[in-house]
């Protein structure tokens, strides 16, 4: 296996920060890594490893040489700039929602459908967070047994806002909690203490973008136009790591210990249900870590047919930094860096 020229666009961000630690931690096959974010950021260095590298301006010039792009600097900038990388010849795994629903770009979970990979001509997709997570588990019991409708409620950290949110968390906090007003600047409401049932803005039916993007991504994913899929997202006052009760029906009853069984050996997955110990995922443990984690799995009792669970995971690793590094390292196992058609 050869090394590849990366660049990493978005550098300074939570999750830029992650893909470098994912990257090192990982023993990804680099021969050089270029550091790059906007013109605000442009000068700083940061940490690789054992020395440091001078973060650059991401500009139209800046990806000769590039072979493999993660990007994580927002969908305004990967629109702009992921197809300029793209025709410099590098493969962009892109973590915004530019390119999500794209008919011609693949959106993937390596555990779930690596075998779109293959389809890209330069850019792939790396799905919502919230959505990768659910996707994970849900996938091999889907195989087993097709999901026909899905109720997913989410509670999400404030880090899968960005750092100014984790910051308005500590200081808002501090402020509670020594009778101070609080003033929100990042979310709409105070984010301590409290939960906000509002992620990404409002659609006319009334979902916001973040529980629509739910449906048709999971639907993508998991190449399955069919199921009837309703989300609720929440925004909770926790650093890192996201929640989500999930509702299954499936085509068939599925038995608590038959889905227990199948999940167990998932690639990803771990198993975390004894309620007799108060065994169950939680996400202050679920941070730093690379699985998704289930438990709470029970009957449905409001369908014969149905089961219900509770899903964590890192929203920074398995859901953002870590799916892309795992989408590249699966392109680059499969000998599937050259666009399909030679492009």
């Not at 974010?37 to 301006?57: H, Q, T, W």
């Not at 690596?114 to 959505?131: M, Q, V, W, Y």
């Not at 994913?221 to 499936?250: K, L, N, Q, W, Y």
């Not at 219900?308 to 870590?322: F, H, P, Q, S, T």
Request: charged share 25%; with cysteine.
């Amino acid at each position: 296996m050869r090394d590849y020229h990366v660049a990493i666009v978005g550098a300074t961000g939570l999750v830029g920060q992650e893909f470098i630690k994912i990257l090192l931690q990982r023993g990804f096959p680099m021969a050089s890594i270029r550091l790059m974010a906007s013109d605000r950021s442009a000068g700083r260095k940061l940490p690789v490893g054992n020395r440091e590298i001078e973060v650059e301006e991401t500009t139209a010039d800046s990806f000769e040489g590039v072979e493999i792009a993660l990007f994580s600097a927002g969908a305004e900038q990967s629109r702009y700039f992921s197809p300029l990388a793209a025709k410099a010849g590098a493969v962009v795994v892109d973590n915004s929602s530019a390119f999500r629903t794209d008919k011609g770009v693949p959106l993937v979970v390596p555990e779930v459908n690596p075998e779109d990979i293959r389809l890209h001509k330069g850019i792939i997709a790396n799905p919502n967070c919230s959505t990768i997570q659910m996707v994970v588990v849900l996938y091999p019991l889907h195989k087993v047994n097709p999901i026909k409708r899905i109720i997913v409620d989410t509670y999400q950290s404030v880090g899968g806002t960005g750092i100014a949110a984790v910051e308005e968390l500590k200081t808002q906090a501090r402020q509670v909690l020594e009778g101070q007003v609080t003033i929100p600047h990042v979310y709409p409401h105070q984010i301590a203490f409290n939960v906000l049932p509002e992620i990404d803005v409002f659609l006319d039916n009334g979902y916001t973008k973040e529980e629509w993007k739910m449906l048709e991504e999971t639907r993508k994913i998991m190449h399955a136009d069919s199921i009837a899929i309703s989300a609720t997202c929440a925004r909770v006052p926790v650093m890192i790591g996201h929640s989500e009760a999930v509702h299954v029906e499936f085509s068939r009853p599925m038995d608590v210990d038959e889905a227990r069984q199948i999940l167990s050996r998932a690639p990803g997955v771990r198993v975390l249900d004894d309620t007799a110990i108060s065994l169950y995922p939680q996400a202050w443990s679920a941070a730093g870590t690379d699985e998704t984690f289930v438990g709470r799995i029970r009957q449905d009792a409001s369908h014969p047919n149905g089961l219900a669970m509770w899903i964590v995971a890192d929203n920074l690793r398995k859901g953002a930094a870590l799916n892309t590094i795992q989408i590249a390292e699966e392109m680059i196992k499969r000998d599937w860096v050259k666009p399909e058609g030679g492009q």
